[in-house]
């Protein structure tokens, strides 16, 4: 007993087991007394294996008891409760359909097969398809354009919708696919951010896939739903691009993916329906009858947008198809879901019968080596779910069958299998996927699959035995895939009789109640089904067997006594399996409760009615029985966790060491259940009934588990290094989310268990059960959670569901399921008190009811005290709640509490004599369940819903002393939406006849309504609420006319609070009263203290007030008073000596400490945590750069100083810095940061200064003054989210309350719509003892209130405000052709600012570069409203998007977010100091705010409480020796670490800017684009700030790049001659600048080159337009002919030069290309020789046309990667203004007319025929005959627009074919040539 030795064993004992060491740390086993611990694992219920001699006799079922020494061995498991877990939301809410949107940017394309292709690229998501623009003649274009897709719909249908890119090459008349690419919606939506940025999609052809990849697609995908934050992700830039490693694959996968074929085998079905719903098929069935099956079934299997179907079984509800869909895809697949469908196919329409989806994550795994598989699946029965049965058609019923939404009925199932082979030949080379994945040893199938197959062994499943169709189609189809392949496969042999056991479902109603009135009427009964057997309506087709199969006779008898003890209810022999089933209760009719007449209950006090159903499936009970243990671990680690969880929450000690505690069982258990895996793995190795997904799921547990282990240990151990519960916690959660995800079993066999309620032969209810969770297995962690347990089931009407409760009954039932042969165990776990009544039946058959044997009377007190937090169901946003309470056969409602969202009921509901059977014991341990559900009562309707929860009573015997229940609060659900909680506590006291004992007597109020006891009611304490009024704003119009004096009621504890009243809201919204307080009776438990509600009325004429809008705050702990930490005392230590110093020498060195003794600068410092170094890490700013390069000037004035290297800084020729340099070095600083998320505003953007490094290098003091900065530039941060995001909205000194009004409720946009207003103020709460309660009054008065402290007045204030918009990035598109025309629009107050004139045209990531500036009056105006509009002529404007920015939060903030601070301190140039206040005057009124001293200014240092601060305060002026002090650059230092100084510290806001979501109300919490932006704030009563900041875009510059083509070699010919057969080519070159193909360019013609020479001696001039710091040309052309306005278009700067083939007669043959990054290309080569094609692709040194100005040298043509021709050439770049003083003509013209080739120029003359001669002009001077041989170069070839082109015959083919003929004469001219 190998692996029995290795991992049992007891914990600290010597031996528990004998054989066994006991010396393994730290184990434990997870298995019980009675466990037959290897059986669980396997099939052993079915006992049909031979078992390995080595675990026969566990297999045997003998048990650890038989054995001495077992009882020491310690067991994890759930406890053994009688009752299921309680759960209190008792219905989850239907998914609805929902507002998606996916936003894909489409940058450009690299690398397209294909010659001169004219790509764009074409975008398919479901029926949706939208294009890019085509670009002309290349085989990398560039696009940068964005779409946006909508959807409205379900979550499973959007996630499994493909979004596919196909690049298409455009011709006139028709368009070809290059490639595409898919991927599905739900692999984009797993990403983080639900996002792919910047990857490269890889195009293949599906079609073809032998071609490999077609070429590389770069995009952006997002996915969001509504509420998602679309985050910019990082931009790469794009120099040297990596695409392999950048794949648009998710994280994880290979970047090599091989082509595999998804073989999915289908086999046959049964228990299908035999009727489909529709109308013809009633009236076919009234003519035929019932027994014949009136469906026509075939299987449509779809996977990745692509569809196969079987071929169609007529007239059959068992069909055998035996068929094979195969699909051909890259794997791993960028699709998670394969979706199988069973159709009817009829004559009006085919209807689905039933929908399964796979999920392939679950049926593979992608890990590396041996250790990951292929998906594979079966040869396994899935189980199909959908409408009833026999219903009706209708909406609901086609959703539910097509797989949307729960199903509520079986539908039959399907046995098939999934297999998937991978084909080596599809891309090239063998991925590491591919050899993992070779065919190993042991991939024989066995009898249960079929043939013998080479199957791989990540793959088959049994793949292999699909026959000679599919056997060899790996090796012989690896070419072709086209749409999907049906094919015939061999079904699998008929699985044996003996194979399948007999199933018992055992159930026993206990109670059921909370029955529909409308349903009441009739007698009604609960049917209990699994599968179609127990389906009384519709009976299975095939009677379950009669008796169990011998296998497992022989199984029942050899078991010992022992290992089965006989239940006492069940005498008699085991084997005598139970015969007959019974499916459903007798009928009965309910009677109605007592309390109230709601709900109708049956009375089943003294017996209970039992079902059984008998059932016949194939024995796979080990696959669940593995689950069962994986779902236990699973539990017990939840419930560890959560506690820990719980004690984190509310702040207890403890936390740390339970989940500790919880970490370190997880191990344990885990590695328990891989000791069994590993057993089970070793016992199971050549059983003929594992498939190959058992085996291989089995190893996946293993291995997970064993790396969840490990992770769990590190967490313990570096938490024990690091601290913190908070990160332990995650970690935890990420585990519990692994753990849960292996638990599900994929090919679960049995069908899940139905629960209906029947009344009058109708299906009303239904409650669907997990077969898993109720089945038995004689280990007691391999049993379901639910087996031999009473559950509490809440039925549904099947169906769509209304927002109402829609419970229609709740019944407690008893459930157990088990192989028929285990029946004697049924009645194991039954509670005590109860007996089987056997009704003179054979006592071997299950009970037709059970009798309680005995009854006890008890009272239940409900004592409802409150709740909070609950749904607004009227109008005016408030309620009108009571609450209705159940239990059993009794309901009782409370009083109505009116018009409020927290209700203080404060009631007693009771009920007496409430009858509960069985032993008091289990009725003392586990109590029936009681139901609240929460109404608000409309005095005109019926009562509306508003959540229900469910609690358990405490119990109280009578022989038991009495102790009060505590209160506690109880979540309410509506749906699945939170609906507030609920404080009250239930009792069950045990009523008795004699009066010793009698409950504590209730105080009766009038009307009969008992109040909740003085004992249980919270202790309540004195505590005072101060509350400070500050405004209200955004006051929306309520009953149509505009709030005017509003007045805040604040409500708490039965005590109101009321504002003063606001007189004239438009002329002040600031309340005039500023302070107020009150005294509140509150429990001492803060865990139990009320809501407090914030509801704001209207005084109208009259006297007259309306409700305008309500807040309700659950959790008051938030205002808990902390005292402030007390201010730095003054101290007298560290006042400077009055030493007179020189301010010169003895400053220390820049962000040097000076030494604790040095006198002359400081008194000694005695504690070294006072002193802070300011590290002088940035540069000195632009002010004092002419100075310190003056002064290095002179240091370096005898040095030599190298020329320095170009870079793009002075590129540009005028060497500005400006704001964007400042812009430029942030971003380049923040994406070394963090890889970036700002958005990328602009299309292809490098850093400001390219030479950087070597600028870092040459130090400071070599540069030439006007060559720029050489120092670093300063910055400013870049947010990539709302700057309130980033400070906490701002809220350090008062908190806004949204003010909501109407009904609240699920439907999309709702929140926005009852949305009034916002008050804004603060609280303060404090418990009051004896001494603060004296001074209370004295408080009032004297007006000092704590929640005032550090506010400011709230009269008005005048305010400066500029805002600057920088940019906007991935607006939604506004025009009918995807573009939008955007402008700016800002609204403060009454001011509004529309830049309409300045939209900019087409163009969806616009840079604005515009600053306004407006004046304001806080608190009138504070609402800043930034709009994007689009610019349309005809009609409206419509609106993009809008943010909205308080002002006034930011204005008074103590993180001063008025005007950001700078890195650096300037006085003048781009980064000039923009505030008022210079640093040290911000500082000393800082210090002041704060009540500190001011602080204090010496030379290199400042002290401010307490800290000193050291630096460089000692500057030399341009002109002036003597340095002078000034302490803004440290004061600025000082500010910038504010918060590091003691009780008053913050951060600070820096300069930044910001970006901001864009949203319309049209399309609610839909992203609609980012805004980067910023607001500068400036008090009018303070110094008047500097000018604006200049962020007006830059302009572009004129450039002209001149190129001279001067030869070409090496071309290839492509005519030949149909005489000779000689091969020449007629070369001409065509080149142009990438988006400005108009200007498009061509040399003449080389006519007849016979070797691939040429030469043109051509000009070409380019003038475009270039910014520098983007790197990008701009591009400003109108799109066509009907645009008003030119749209502008940033490119790469790209280059192409193409060589072609001139023709007559047809269309010129493409030769070859090159393209040219004029930022990065390769140095030419020298000579023609040493040009080869890898030049382009290999690591050559790059130059950059920008900085070398001049480049000459040879380049590579190149056509489908093959070395077409060389190019020699010379490219000279001038800015515009040269170009202009040093012209130069285009091709060969004036001025500066380049030589014509030296080439021999031949024109025909015409001689007499007799001479056999043609006569050659040879340079026009001398006269050569030729003989006829060479005739073929006379003919004249017109070129362009008719002229006669001259042909250059290159000198060596006018040599070569001339040969000897030439005549002496001629042989000097030969030497002259």
């Known amino acids: 007993m190998v692996p029995f030795q290795r991992e049992i064993h007891r914990r600290g004992s010597s031996s528990a087991v004998p054989g066994v060491k006991a010396d393994l740390p730290g184990y434990r086993v997870l298995f019980p007394e009675k466990c037959v611990w290897v059986s669980s694992m396997c099939a052993c219920a079915g006992g049909e294996v031979e078992a390995p001699s080595e675990a026969s006799a566990l297999l045997q079922g003998e048990n650890w008891e038989d054995q001495p020494g077992t009882s020491a061995v310690r067991t994890r498991i759930i406890p053994n409760n009688k009752r299921a877990k309680l759960k209190t939301c008792i219905q989850k809410s239907e998914g609805r359909p929902q507002s998606f949107q996916i936003c894909i940017n489409i940058t450009e394309a690299r690398q397209l097969v294909g010659e001169n292709i004219d790509p764009s690229v074409l975008l398919e998501i479901g029926d949706e398809k939208k294009q890019t623009s085509v670009q002309e003649g290349t085989n990398a274009p560039f696009y940068n354009e964005y779409f946006v897709f909508e959807f409205f719909a379900y979550k499973e249908v959007f996630f499994d919708k493909v979004i596919k890119l196909t690049v298409m090459h455009s011709k006139m008349l028709r368009s070809f696919s290059v490639g595409s690419f898919k991927v599905d919606v739900w692999t984009v939506y797993r990403q983080p951010g639900h996002q792919f940025t910047n990857k490269w999609a890889m195009l293949t052809n599906p079609g073809d896939i032998s071609t490999g990849v077609r070429g590389y697609v770069k995009c952006d995908i997002s996915v969001s739903a509504k509420g998602d934050a679309v985050k910019p992700g990082p931009k790469a830039s794009d120099a040297e691009e990596q695409i392999d490693k950048n794949l648009l694959v998710p994280e994880g996968f290979p970047s090599e993916r091989p082509w595999a074929r998804f073989c999915v085998k289908v086999y046959r079905a049964e228990g299908l329906p035999r009727n489909n ?133 079986y539908r039959g199932r399907v046995y098939m299998e999934l297999a998937v082979e991978i084909l080596s030949g599809g891309s090239g080379s063998e991925s590491k996927l591919g050899r993992m994945l070779k065919p190993s040893k042991d991939a024989k199938a066995g009898k249960g699959v079929g043939k013998d197959g080479k199957t791989p062994a990540g793959g088959g499943g049994g793949g292999g035995g699909a026959g000679a169709a599919a056997g060899g189609a790996a090796d012989d189809d690896k070419g072709k895939a086209a749409a999907a392949e049906v094919l015939p496969v061999e079904s699998p042999p008929a699985l044996d009789a003996d194979n399948n056991e007999t199933f018992l479902l055992f159930g026993a109603l206990f109670e059921a109640t909370m029955i529909d009135r409308k349903i009441g009427d009739k007698p009604i009964s609960f049917e209990f089904s699994i599968g179609n057997y127990g389906n009384v309506l519709e009976p299975p087709e095939k009677p379950p067997p009669r008796s169990p199969s011998p296998a497992f006779r022989r199984r029942a008898l050899d078991a010992p006594v022992s290992a089965t003890p006989t239940s006492p209810l069940l005498l008699g022999e085991p084997a005598d399996a139970p015969t007959t089933s019974r499916s459903s209760t007798p009928p009965q009719r309910p009677l109605i409760v007592e309390g109230n007449r709601y709900y109708m209950h049956l009375p089943l006090e003294k017996q209970k009615p039992c079902i059984s159903v008998l059932s016949n499936w194939e024995n796979r009970a080990y696959r669940l029985h593995n689950s069962n243990m994986l779902d236990n671990i699973a539990v017990l680690f939840e419930g560890g966790v959560a506690s820990a969880a719980e004690l984190h929450r509310k702040s207890e000690p403890g936390a740390e060491h339970l989940l500790e505690t919880a970490l370190k069982e997880f191990c344990a258990d885990a590695r328990s259940f891989v000791a069994a895996a590993e057993a089970k793995l070793k016992a199971e190795g050549k059983s003929s009934y594992l498939t190959q997904l058992d085996r291989k799921r089995l190893t996946l547990c293993r291995q997970e588990l064993e790396s969840m282990i ?419 005392a003054p101290t007298q230590t560290h006042r400077p000596p009055k030493v007179t110093e020189p301010p010169g020498p003895s400053t220390p060195p820049e962000g040097l400490c000076p030494s604790a003794g040095d006198t002359t600068m400081t008194p000694p410092l005695t504690d070294p945590d006072f002193l802070i170094t300011v590290e002088e890490d940035a540069p000195p700013p632009e002010e004092q750069l002419g100075k310190k390069r003056a002064g290095e000037a002179r240091s370096t004035r005898g040095r030599s100083t190298k020329r320095k290297k170009r870079t793009i800084a002075d590129e540009s020729a005028e060497c500005v810095i400006d704001w964007w340099s400042k812009y430029y070095a942030s971003r380049d600083k923040r994406a070394k940061q963090d890889g970036s998320p700002f958005p990328q505003v602009f299309d292809k953007v490098g850093g400001e200064p390219d030479g950087d490094k070597r600028k870092k290098q040459k130090g400071r003091g070599t540069l030439d003054p006007n060559l720029g900065p050489a120092t670093k530039l300063a910055t400013l941060e870049l947010y990539s989210k709302e700057l309130e995001a980033e400070f906490a909205s701002f809220n350090d000194w008062v908190n806004t309350y949204e003010l909501f009004r109407g009904k609240a409720n699920e439907e999309e946009g709702a929140t926005e719509g009852r949305f009034v207003g916002k008050f804004k103020g603060r609280f ?189 305060t000692c500057f030399v002026h341009e002109g002036e020796d003597e340095p002078l002090e000034s302490y803004e650059h440290l004061s600025l230092k000082v500010l910038q670490r504010w918060a590091e100084i003691p009780a008053v510290g913050c951060k600070l806001v820096p300069e930044h800017i910001e970006t901001r979501t864009l949203f319309n109300k049209d399309r609610p919490g839909m992203d609609q684009g980012q805004v980067q932006m910023w607001v500068d704030m400036f008090p009018m009563d303070l110094p008047p700030p500097g000018p604006s900041v200049d962020i007006s875009p830059r302009k572009p510059k004129g450039y002209e790049l001149r190129i001279i083509i001067w030869n070409t070699e090496d071309v290839i010919l492509e005519d030949s001659s149909f005489l000779t057969g000689q091969q020449s080519s007629d070369i001409y070159i065509k080149g142009w600048l990438k988006g400005l193909e108009d200007d498009r360019q061509e040399t003449d013609v080389h006519y007849n080159s016979l070797t691939g020479e040429g030469n043109f001696n051509w000009r070409f001039v380019f003038p475009f337009s270039y910014l520098p710091a983007e790197k990008v040309i701009v591009v400003s052309k109108k799109e066509h002919i009907f645009s008003l306005d030119k749209s502008e278009q940033k490119l790469p700067a790209i280059l192409s030069l193409q060589v072609w083939d001139f023709e007559t007669l047809s269309s010129d043959d493409f030769l070859g290309t090159v393209e040219l990054d004029l930022h990065g290309f390769p140095r030419g080569a020298k000579t023609a020789k040493l040009c080869k094609a890898d030049m382009l692709t290999e690591g050559t040194e790059r130059i950059s046309i920008f900085q070398q100005k001049r480049a000459r040298g040879w380049w590579p043509f190149a056509k489908c990667g093959e070395l077409t021709g060389k190019v020699e050439a010379e490219f000279h770049l001038l800015t515009a203004e040269e170009a202009e003083k040093n012209c130069v003509g285009r091709a060969r013209k004036e001025p500066e007319p380049l030589p014509k080739p030296n080439s021999l120029l031949l024109s025909p003359v015409p001689v007499p025929q007799s001479t056999g001669h043609v006569l050659l002009l040879v340079r026009q001077s001398v006269q050569v005959f030729l003989p006829l041989g060479v005739a073929e170069l006379q003919e004249v070839h017109h070129h362009g627009a008719g002229a006669a082109h001259r042909r250059a015959v290159p000198r060596s083919a006018l040599l070569h074919a001339a040969g000897s003929h030439f005549s002496e004469d001629s042989q000097r001219m030969r030497s002259d040539l």
């Open 1324 to 1512: 303060c709460l404090y418990k009051m003892s004896e001494d603060n309660a004296q001074d209370s009054d004295q408080d009032t008065d004297g007006g000092d209130f704590r929640v005032s402290r550090g506010i400011p007045p709230n009269g008005l204030v005048q305010v400066l405000v500029r805002v600057y918009i920088v940019s906007a990035s991935n607006l939604h598109p506004a025009d009918p052709d995807g573009k939008a025309d955007p402008y700016v629009v800002l609204r403060l107050g009454k001011n509004e600012i529309k830049d309409r004139d300045n939209y900019i045209p087409k163009q969806l990531n616009p840079v604005f570069g515009r600053s306004f500036e407006m004046q304001a009056t806080f608190p009138l105006e504070s609402l800043l409203s930034v709009a994007v509009y689009d610019h349309d002529l005809v009609g409206g404007d419509d609106l993009i998007g809008e943010t909205r920015i308080d002002l006034e939060n930011r204005f008074y903030s103590r993180h001063r977010a008025t005007c950001g601070l700078p890195t650096e301190y300037s006085l003048d140039g781009y980064n000039a100091w923009r505030d008022g206040l210079k640093p040290s005057e911000l500082l000393s009124k800082l210090c002041r705010d704060h009540g500190l001293e001011e602080p204090l200014f010496r030379p290199g240092r400042i002290s401010v409480a307490d800290k000193v601060f050291v630096g460089k």
């Open 277 to 409: 719903s529709s109308i013809m098929a009633n009236v076919t069935k009234a003519f035929i009858g019932d027994n014949t099956a009136l469906i026509d079934p075939y299987v449509e299997v779809s996977f990745f947008k692509r569809v196969g179907r079987t071929s169609t079984q007529k007239s059959t509800a068992e069909p055998a198809w035996n068929e094979q869909i195969v699909f051909t895809e890259m794997f791993p697949p960028l699709c998670q879901r394969l979706k199988i469908q069973v159709w009817d196919e009829g004559s009006m329409g085919d209807v689905a019968i039933g929908t399964h989806y796979f999920d392939l994550r679950r049926i593979s795994n992608e890990q590396d080596g041996d250790r990951g598989f292929l998906p594979t699946f079966g040869p396994a029965w899935i189980n199909l779910y959908g409408s009833v049965r026999n219903g009706s058609i209708g909406d609901d019923t086609v959703e539910l069958n097509e797989g949307i939404g729960e199903g509520v009925s």
């Open 710 to 1128: 490990g992770d769990a240990r590190s967490v313990v151990e570096r938490k024990r290094k690091a601290g913190g519960v908070k990160e332990m916690l995650q970690h935890a959660t990420k585990l519990k989310q692994k753990i849960r995800f292996l638990v599900e079993e994929p090919q679960h066999t049995v069908p899940d268990v139905f629960v209906w309620l029947l009344s009058n032969n109708k299906r009303i209810a239904y409650a669907r059960l997990s077969a898993r969770d109720l089945l038995y297995s004689s280990s007691r962690e391999a049993r379901g959670i639910h087996c031999g347990k009473i559950i509490t089931l809440f039925l549904k009407p099947p169906g769509k569901r209304v927002a109402d409760l829609s419970v229609q009954a709740q019944v407690d039932v008893y459930l157990w399921y088990g192989s028929s042969s285990d029946s004697v165990h049924m009645l194991d776990d039954l509670p005590a008190g109860f007996s089987a009544a056997t009704g003179g039946a054979a006592s071997s058959r299950p009970p037709a009811a059970l009798l309680c044997a005995e009854q006890h009377a008890f009272q239940l007190r409900c004592h409802m005290y409150q709740a909070r937090g609950l749904i607004a169901a009227d109008t005016s946003g408030l309620s009108d709640p009571f609450a209705r309470v159940t239990c059993l056969s009794h309901s009782q409602t409370t009083n109505v509490i009116s018009q409020t969202l927290s209700p203080t009921w404060n009631q007693c509901l009771l009920m007496s004599r409430l009858l509960l059977g069985g032993d008091l014991q289990h009725v003392w341990k586990e109590p029936p369940r009681v139901l609240v559900e929460v109404y608000d009562d409309d005095a005109l309707g019926r009562a509306e819903y508003l959540g229900a929860t469910v609690v358990v009573p405490e119990v109280r015997l009578a022989s038991d002393p009495y102790a009060p229940p505590t209160l506690e609060y109880s979540p309410i659900h509506c749906g699945s939406l939170p609906g507030g909680d609920l404080l009250a506590a239930f009792e069950l006291l045990q009523m008795q006849e004699s009066a010793e004992w009698s409950p504590p007597a209730l105080e009766k109020q009038e009307g009969g309504i008992y109040t909740v006891p003085a004992n249980i009611r919270p202790v309540l304490s004195t505590f005072r609420l101060e509350v400070l009024f500050w405004g209200m704003r955004e006051l929306k119009k309520v009953q149509l006319l505009s709030v005017d004096r509003p007045q805040v009621f604040i409500e708490c504890a039965g005590k109101t609070l009321r504002s003063s009243v606001i007189q004239k809201y438009k002329s002040n919204p600031n309340f005039p009263t500023l302070v107020d307080a009150i005294e509140l009776e509150l429990p001492e438990n803060e865990h139990l203290h009320p809501p407090l509600s914030i509801t704001v009325v209207d005084w109208r004429a009259f006297g007259r007030s309306t409700l305008v809008g309500n807040h309700v705050i659950n959790n008051l702990k938030a205002f808990k008073y902390a005292p402030p930490p007390a201010l730095p």
